[in-house]
């Protein structure tokens, strides 16, 4: 059995147990993604573990969004406009995977964006709670 394609660590914490445990399915999915790619599965077999990954993607950006709101995030609109670029960035990636058969695209910029969002964005909504006191 190969290595995970991202291994959860707990620097990727922010703080809000409820949206640590929605990042880790996130990443478990994406972790899902790269076996079946491992087990040179094509597209379409993939197609079911995308659609889990879309879904609660959508659940996750949900319950981030509400929590900000309620807590009053000032940067709201601004991260508002990250979970939207997400969804239509993914799926032009998609396509551009499927053109090209070619699954490691979709992968890597997965990583990448959910990475990079975790640890810089949505950091700042746990430092915002941790100054109003909610943390
Ligand atoms: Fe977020």
Redesign the pocket.
């Given at each position: 059995m190969k290595d995970l394609y991202i291994v959860w660590s707990k620097d990727n914490e922010i703080g809000i147990p409820i949206i640590d445990e929605q990042h880790r399915v996130a990443v478990g999915t994406i972790n899902s993604l790269f076996y079946f790619m491992q087990m040179k599965r094509g597209v379409a077999a993939l197609r079911p573990t995308l659609n889990v990954l879309e879904q609660y993607t959508k659940i996750h950006?949900e319950t981030?969004e509400e929590l900000m709101k309620l807590h009053g995030f000032r940067d709201l609109d601004a991260?508002l406009l990250?979970?939207r670029d997400l969804q239509s960035q993914a799926h032009e990636i998609l396509h551009e995977g499927i053109v090209n058969n070619d699954a490691t695209i979709v992968l890597n910029f997965l990583k990448e964006w959910w990475l990079d969002?975790?640890n810089k964005?949505?950091r700042k909504?746990a430092e915002h709670l941790r100054h109003t006191g909610v943390l």
């Open positions: 950006f981030e991260h990250l979970h969002h975790i964005q949505d909504f």
